[in-house]
Each structure stands twice: as C-alpha cells, then as structure tokens.
C-alpha cells in the first residue's frame, strides 16, 4: 500500500508543471508548448500569431486588390473632363508601368504608348479586313481636348454605315478601375458632321456590355474611376460610319 501511494503522489507531481513536461516546437528553440493532458495555465500555452501579410518589394507596387465592385460604376462626364485630369495626361505612379511574370501587378498601367505588360492587349493592332485599330497613335484629338496618345480606329477598305471594330485587353481581374476619355478623333475625313459612333465597353466573361455612349463631333465623354472590377477580358466596340468618323479614346488607363 506505501508503495501504491507513493506511485500515485509521483504522477500527480508530474503533471502539476507545464514547465517539466513541455516540447519545443519552433526551429529556433524559443518556443514552449504544453503536452496534451497536462495542467498548462492560459499563459503558459504557445502563442502562435497569424503570419504577416505580403508586402512587395517597392512601395510603388500594392500586394492587395484594388477596391472591388459589382463591375459598369463610375463617373461618366460627357462634353469635359473632371479633376487633375482635364488636360488629357493620365500619369502613371512610379514604377507602374509594365510587370514580370511573378511580379505583383502595376498600380496603373497606360493602355496606349507602347508600354503595355506581356499579354494584356488581346486584340489586332493594325488591319483586318479594312478594320485598322492603332493602340499607339500620336497627338489624339477628341471634343477639343489633345491626348498625347490613345486608340484610333478606322475603316480603310469599302466601308459603310454599319461598320464594327474593337480593341481587347486582358485584365484577368488584376484592375479595379478605368480612365478614358471618348469621341470622334478631330482629324476624322468624313464631311458630314452630323455622323455619330456607338462605343460599348463589354465584359466578354459575361457578354455583359458594362458601358454604352452615342459619340458625336466636337464632343468628348470622359469615364473617371469606371468600375472593372472581376472583368477577365475587357472589350472596347466601335459601330457606325468608320471611315469618315473615326473612333478614339485618349489616354487610356487602368488602376488596382
């Protein structure tokens, strides 16, 4: 019985103290955790913190999603532009202006000048069927107000009323947020002013159109902060009279 009863005292010793019957669980040795069945107190049990978020390398560069919506919200301005951007220059933050694979995406990136992250223009530059789409052009005039580049689209070749064209990009649900300016570039060669275009902006994803304007001479319709948000593959249309109206957007950007 003495035998018994000291037994019993020795295991009720050993499980009093976390401290006695602990194991370490961090590489570095710094850190205690209570065995299963012992008597740990709250403060004696291993504090295991979430990971810290991650950060990019550049403080130009955001490693969270931009502010996410619904998708086809924002300010539309017909006839003028709004805020710092009423000369036409949308600038890019520092840094933003292309991507590697397995770099975090530009903050802002120009749709136009020749700059574009590997894979993002989906559609022609240059001419199909009659249908030329320049994503590069100089000195674009829309309404009055001069971009120093932007899209023009046009019809070269036995050209109607009823003519269709496009510029693509692929956003891969990488951008929040548009800014462009639309209308019929200045320099169009038609002499009936009265002619006007449709513009729609289209999710291809969903066949959704997001955006819908009647461009008339002499005007510009300016979208600040146009809602992108999840649209995998962007879409910007152009019908009517391509050849004497040509169709333009100045300075075109997205945003996270």
Known sequence: MVRASALVTLSVLAVTSCKDTTINQKAGGDADACVQGSTCSEDDSSDVSDAPSAESSSGTFSSSPGE?????????????????????????????????????VPVSVELSGGNLPDGLKDSA???????????????????????????????????????????????????????????IAADSPGNDKTETLKVNLVDQGTGKVLHSETLEYGRSYALRGFDVSHVGLLRVSFDGALGGAHGAVGAPVVRR
């Open 68 to 104: 996410r919506g619904g998708g086809g919200t924002g300010s539309a301005v017909p006839g003028e532009e709004s805020g710092d951007d009423a000369n036409g220059d949308v600038g890019q933050e520092e840094g933003g202006t292309g991507s590697v694979e397995g770099e975090a």
């Open 125 to 183: 530059d240059g001419c199909v069927m009659g249908i030329c789409t320049s994503w590069n052009s100089d000195d674009v005039v829309v309404g009055g107000k001069s971009f120093g580049t932007g899209f023009v689209i046009e019809c070269t070749i036995a050209c109607g009323e009823g003519e269709h064209g496009y510029f693509q990009m692929k956003l891969a649900g990488k951008y929040s947020k548009l800014d462009a300016t639309f209308g």
